[in-house]
DNA sequence: GTCGAGCAGATTGTCGACAATATTTTCACC
DNA sequence: GGTGAAAATATTGTCGACAATCTGCTCGAC
């Protein structure tokens, strides 16, 4: 009942590979959207067998997967002793929105003298959507936009080191974004922020861009640090959303 | 005379397992060493059976020190077409050095306020030493005491996040430190401004910290943007040293 | 002579089995 | 009843073997 029927080969996820695509790659996403997404806790155990017979893989693409996760800060991993998802800690949070705050300031720098019209006429139609949201108040949809927004300055930056240190650092942090502040009042002046960083990109002034996202995104940590001390006082206070 | 003579056990590089340091382990850092040390070039193809036999480990660690070495950034790998050691070019390099920049910044503005005595004091002993490397002429020493500085920052800034990501990106740059530029009279100029960073350390000024490595940083980055364009030029000029 | 089909050779992808190590349980002894 | 050794269990580390895929080459047709 309990064990994998027959040994007959593997038609599990495979049946045809999907173009280049092995299946350890398969089993790589689905295990890093697993951990991203939450549906794995933190600290949890990542048994191999079992991993192997829930992705319908062998232990060693599992090992491998593992191994990747684990370089990714995903994952951690002590010798014999098997592999847990890695618990990030408030602190290691604020350390992460830090670092991602330097890298996306450099972005922004970038981005203001290599964005192209169309990508400054994508981060204008944001901006108004963005704006829309704020007077109708939905806070969500508003915070969508916020996403869309800071990818597509990356994006503009064309500055693939960073694209990459960032989205690294974002996967890390996705368990976070679920439960960070909106602190009353905040949103009015983020949008302001983000239109200011808006500004510099499209006058193609780097100094002012790299400035104004540093501006914004300190504000941004300070909110966090906020958060967190709060956080250590009453626990599970409010529903949070921090506006990038 | 070239097959493996037994299957007799692996006593090869392991006789004794130092204390929780797994085969894979010891593969992993012998073959970053050769890939970060240069002996092994760009491009050039790493098939498993022959590294399996080098490192004296199975094929499977093999593969699982090469998906690691991927996720590093050290290593290209094709699906079913096997990996390379990854050609960093100029471009990349600058890249690199831009998001190093600002990781350091970040680092720099941490270290104003969180290092301790000893460390400031290691920092001016160690500024001591570069002003005698600098009026004896040593310019390779000068460029040991520079590194050594530099570590001693991001050390004292007890940010985990920065320190791990700014050692990623320094593997990737070994290669060029190796032929970079030392361009007439930087020097002197980098003595000054690692002086003011240092100061402004001792000040616990966070916002001197971070501007004073911010703008020695720009130089360090104007200095390799200039000598990759002179490279497109005469190739293989003068031999070289980039003063971080 | 050039082009494509088809056939080696080499190399990677995947798996199960065995050995080594850590963890838990059992049980004799005080 | 508590304590420690020793077996039993669970899990990881490692390997070789087989299948799938890619690469380069040969060879026949046009």
Redesign the interface.
Known sequence: MDATPPPQSVPTTVGRNGR???AA?EAYTRLREDIVRGRLMPNQRLVEVDLAVTLGVGR?AV???L??L????LVVHE??RGARVRMVTEA?AL??T??R???E??AAREAATKATPAEVAFMRETLAHMSACLKAGDLLAYSDGNARMHAKIIEASR????T??IAG?KAQMVRFQYRTVLVPGRSARSFVEHTRIVDAIEAADPDAAEAAMRYHLSHVADTLREMTSAHAQHHASAPDLVHF
């Open positions: 280049g695509r092995t790659d060693t090992r491998t997967v191994a990747r684990e370089q990714e800060g010798p014999n290691e350390e992460i830090q670092a705050g330097a890298l300031a450099l500055h693939h080191t960073a990459r240190l650092l």
